[in-house]
């Protein structure tokens, strides 16, 4: 290949460059000469609408030529002279945030990543590979870019991998999974961030000159605070519909750092991946180091494009059985919280069952016998039933659900110890903690060490124990409520900097493990809420538990953030006691999820029965739409006093629209909410429908309106009623 020939010249105007302080931009330097023709020709990653263009220079070095839409002609990508490095490493030229940086056995912290070859195939009609090669001259270091491409979805998955034949390990200390750049007159970052019992929260701000990192440092419960999905708008503000926008989101359950780097000339640079702090990763000879996938998509029509598009991906790919239909239930955790016996969940039982749920889940306290569950200060790790609250064991309920007709699930939270536990009598060596110091309890539990494969084994042989030993368990909520402090494993020995990563790999291992002999059980992903929601844990879970809080009001907003990145069938919404609003309020707001219910059914009145065996009955008519639908934000609740939202089927024939009004003014009603995503042709006939029993629609609809009418003049839905939520029903009708 001639540009190896032209190698050593080129080292020697790097150098030159270098010393004379012309400046190390080599890379972008090297954009501005005129007439420049790449080494290979535009190496096309695309989509239907889609593309990312790379091309290798004769300089041996990969390029980026082009991240946005996809162009007609794909002879004209290697035309745009803006460029930038595909994935820079660091210890040479680079000046800024690197992807990549590692040292040599012999301590030489540089890494200069070649060309060497790619390769693009068709893994099925809708999804394609290509890997491009790239490698050290010096040092026998290769790095693999990988991107899988889902061409209806337009989403592309990219991940790397590091692999090296010196003879001493090589040390890896930053690992990116992707470097993705943009061009742009400006940068609008959504991110999405919270704590406990108020996760997911949008916030938007305009990138400035210099680097913004989101990231997690907890180890477990590790998207509590931040979570690994943004948003980046180009040249404006974010909006639901205008302008472009990537999207993106992070498969992993631990650490990840998401930067952001606006450079000196403008453009700006976005690295995602694994967090690397204090994650010094030893890669010995021949081992390779796999990054977790990054996920993301383009749109040339805002957000609400963006995040429909990562949603298919996710109904389609992403997560665990995206299109099987999932269950609704009744969870007994703030019905009865530890305090319950058989005659308190019989009744429950017997009560789900009556509503028409699909599901009992029993939640924690169950177990523990030399120390019961009675509250969280005890008995984690100890898996065995409580013979006092539940004398004939848990093959007793779950028959009791069988004969009502439904199902059984039960909590669980297999990677914690309680000091108070007769599994931290046995094994102390399990968990995570410093040698010389105190352990640090949080809700009075430790961390077991998932990096230790005895812990792993464990772990595997409680849950498939428990499903073996109650074969009517249909369903497991996985919690993990607390995250990591006294970082460290008395397993891993000298390489406590592996930790972060290995217990995430270790947590992948049991799942994977656990997936195979129970490949379509299913499941909730639960860390106090949402500690542990990404699309890395959802391939192996059905759902998610998004918050602790499921107060009506606050689980709006909260419920408003997951929408950009996860299907509803996945965000588990449940009716509760939490909130002063009404029944149809709460059952509104957790139907426009997975709906489920967590409360003493008694408590209710006759009417508020009825009307949740009604909404029941309608969720499980219209499900398919709210779940497998296009999700249509048209009204925020960070904008105004009301959020509506409407589900469109892919027909386009069928369409739920939900709107709630949170504290309006007087004067804040009736306007028009121009609805989106219909066929304008269509005719639809619109109906409140999941109405109180005795009440009527205070709606003066008429009898239909086309797709064009209600998309360009729309209907007025909102009332100025606070706390008020009404449920439409948009069908086409057959026109003659
Ligand atoms: C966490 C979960 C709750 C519940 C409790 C039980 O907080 O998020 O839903 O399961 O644990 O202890």
Not at 71 to 88: C, P, S, T
Not at 276 to 302: C, E, H, I, M, W
Not at 447 to 455: I, M
Request: charged share 20%; glycine share 8%; net charge neutral.
């Amino acid at each position: 290949m001639s540009w190896i020939k032209r190698l050593p010249l080129l080292k020697n105007i790097v150098q030159y460059a270098f010393r004379c302080r012309l400046l190390g931009l080599i890379g972008l330097v090297w954009v501005n000469i005129p007439g420049y023709a790449g080494g290979t020709e535009p190496i096309v990653i695309a989509t239907d609408h889609v593309a990312l263009v790379y091309e290798a220079a004769d300089n041996g070095r990969l390029y980026q030529v082009h991240f946005g839409e996809r162009l007609d002609d794909q002879r004209e990508y290697g035309k745009n002279q803006w460029r930038r490095e595909a994935y820079i490493a660091s210890g040479l030229d680079n000046l800024l945030e690197p992807a990549i940086r590692v040292i040599h056995g012999d301590k030489n912290p540089s890494l200069e990543l070649l060309y060497v070859d790619h390769k693009t195939g068709a893994i099925d009609k809708n999804v394609g590979l290509t890997t491009i090669t790239l490698k050290d001259p010096v040092y026998d270091l290769y790095v693999k870019l990988n991107f899988k491409t889902f061409s209806s979805e337009n989403v592309i998955e990219t991940w790397t991998e590091i692999r090296h034949n010196e003879t001493s390990p090589v040390t890896l200390t930053a690992f990116a999974s992707s470097m993705l750049h943009l061009n742009a007159k400006s940068y609008w970052l959504t991110q999405f961030h919270g704590a406990w019992f108020g996760e997911m929260n949008v916030a938007e701000s305009k990138l400035t000159s210099g680097i913004k990192v989101i990231d997690s440092k907890l180890g477990t419960k590790a998207t509590i605070f931040q979570s690994p999905n943004f948003i980046i708008s180009l040249d404006n503000p974010g909006s639901e519909q205008y302008g472009q926008c990537i999207a993106g989101t992070l498969g992993w359950s631990g650490n990840f750092k998401l930067a952001f780097e606006q450079d000196e000339q403008n453009s700006l640079r976005i690295i995602s991946g694994i967090n690397s702090f204090a994650s010094d990763y030893q890669l010995r000879q021949g081992q390779t180091f796999q990054t977790p996938a990054f996920v993301f998509t383009f749109s040339n029509k805002g957000a609400g494009l963006a995040s429909r598009n990562l949603k298919r991906w996710g109904l389609n790919y992403g997560v665990l059985d995206g299109k099987r239909d999932r269950l609704t239930l009744l969870n007994n955790w703030e019905a009865t919280f530890f305090d319950f016996d058989e005659r308190k969940l019989t009744r429950l039982i017997s009560d789900a069952s009556q509503l028409g749920l699909d599901l009992f889940l029993l939640d924690d306290g169950w177990f523990g016998n030399k120390y019961p569950r009675d509250n969280d200060g005890s008995s984690l790790g100890d898996w065995e039933v409580n013979k006092k609250k539940l004398p004939h064991g848990l093959r007793y309920l779950s028959k009791e659900a069988s004969g009502k007709g439904i199902k059984f699930g039960i909590w669980i939270e297999p990677e914690m110890v309680n000091p108070k536990s007769e599994l931290y009598e046995k094994h102390p060596d399990w968990v995570l903690r410093l040698p010389n110091r105190k352990e640090d309890v949080s809700r009075n539990q430790l961390v077991l060490d998932l990096a230790n494969p005895e812990v792993q084994d464990f772990i595997y042989a409680t849950l498939t124990g428990l499903l073996q030993d109650n074969p009517g368990i249909g369903y497991i909520k996985w919690d993990c409520n607390r995250m990591m402090s006294s970082q460290y494993s008395p397993f891993l020995k000298d390489d406590q900097s592996h930790l972060f990563i290995e217990y995430a790999r270790g947590l992948y291992t049991l799942l994977e493990r656990f997936r195979k002999k129970y490949p379509s059980l299913p499941m909730m992903l639960c860390s106090s809420g949402g500690g542990r929601v990404d699309y890395g844990a959802l391939r192996y879970f059905t759902e998610f538990w998004p918050s602790d809080n499921t107060n009506a009001f606050d689980r709006i907003f909260i419920q408003w953030g997951y929408s950009f990145f996860f299907p509803a069938s996945t965000v588990c919404s449940h009716v509760t006691s939490a909130g002063n609003q009404s029944i149809k309020f709460k059952t509104d707001v957790a139907m426009s999820g997975k709906l489920g219910f967590d409360l003493m059914l008694d408590h209710l009145n006759d009417h508020e029965r009825l009307f949740c065996k009604n909404a029941i009955k309608e969720y499980k008519r219209i499900s398919d739409v709210i779940w497998y639908g296009d999700l249509f934000r048209l009204v925020s609740p960070y904008e105004t006093e009301h959020a509506v939202t409407l589900s469109v089927d892919s027909t386009k024939n069928h369409a739920i629209l939900f709107v709630y009004n949170l504290h309006p003014r007087h004067n804040d009603f009736n306007k028009a909410v121009r609805l989106e995503g219909l066929n304008a042709q269509t005719l639809y006939q619109v109906d409140e429908i999941n109405l109180f029993p005795g009440t009527k629609t205070q709606f003066a609809l008429s009898a239909t309106y086309s797709g064009d009418y209600l998309m360009k003049v729309g209907i007025p839905v909102t009332s100025n009623e606070p706390l008020s939520s009404h449920v439409f029903e948009l069908k086409s009708i057959k026109q003659e």
